[in-house]
């Protein structure tokens, strides 16, 4: 069965990998899976055919025969739980992966969401000023731990996994910010996920869709 993703027609951050989409690609090219992708317009995203995909009118959404699923952390799962590559074998070494990918989500990404809010969309509000270090600060403090962490290994808990692809994917929001730049053990952790192959191709895939050609070209 051909598995379909959807992908923003033309998306907000000019293909440079931060589109949800680029996390689900990456899964897929990790073990190996042949997917294809229909790129969806903002207008498309509200519309009934699109809703019936995902309820929320956003992307990515994943097709397979007459699965449908939505959110990225339950289409990553369902790749890794099915084909062989991004979970472990051992039983534990599973759910130690499964619990990153969850840490990942909903402790590690929220504030750095926050950030983005704050930058972006609250740039103009009168408290914006005073709020920014704060909604910072709160970053720091989970980084900080997951920094220890990676002081001395390679990957989150043995070899890479779910868990590393889903931790990378959001530590990558953060690049623009400078905020990677205070925790080296981090910024050299997210370097060795973009070096990683799949990365490479799935990346390359989501700036082709965006802008034609390849990053060098």
């Known amino acids: 069965m051909t598995i379909t993703i959807t992908a923003f027609e033309r998306s907000p951050d000019g293909g440079r990998g931060l589109a949800r989409d680029t996390r689900v690609r990456w899964a897929l090219?990790?073990?190996?899976?042949?997917?294809?992708?229909?790129?969806?317009?903002?207008?498309?995203?509200?519309?009934?055919?699109?809703?019936?995909?995902?309820?929320?009118?956003q992307i990515p959404t994943y097709e397979e025969g007459g699965l449908a699923l939505f959110e990225t952390g339950a289409i990553v799962f369902h790749?890794?739980?099915?084909?062989?590559?991004?979970?472990?074998?051992?039983?534990d070494a599973r759910a130690r992966a499964i619990t990153w990918m969850f840490a990942a989500l909903n402790t590690v990404e929220p504030p750095i969401l926050e950030?983005?809010?704050?930058?972006?969309?609250?740039?103009?509000?009168?408290?914006?000023?005073?709020?920014?270090?704060?909604?910072?600060?709160?970053?720091?403090?989970r980084l900080r731990p997951l920094s220890a962490r990676l002081a001395k290994a390679g990957w989150l808990d043995g070899a890479f996994s779910a868990g590393d692809l889903m931790m990378v994917s959001v530590l990558l929001r953060l690049r623009a910010s400078g905020l990677l730049d205070e925790f080296p053990d981090l910024a050299a952790y997210?370097?060795?996920?973009?070096a990683r192959p799949a990365y490479r191709r799935a990346f390359e895939a989501q700036w082709a869709l965006n802008n034609g050609g390849s990053p060098s070209a």
């Open 29 to 57: 090219e990790e073990v190996g899976l042949p997917y294809e992708v229909r790129p969806v317009s903002f207008a498309a995203m509200k519309q009934p055919a699109h809703l019936a995909l995902h309820p929320f009118g």
């Open 79 to 91: 790749i890794a739980s099915r084909h062989e590559g991004l979970l472990p074998a051992d039983a």
């Open 115 to 141: 950030l983005v809010t704050a930058r972006i969309l609250e740039a103009d509000k009168p408290w914006s000023r005073e709020r920014l270090p704060l909604v910072e600060d709160r970053i720091r403090a």
């Open 190 to 194: 997210v370097a060795r996920g973009e």
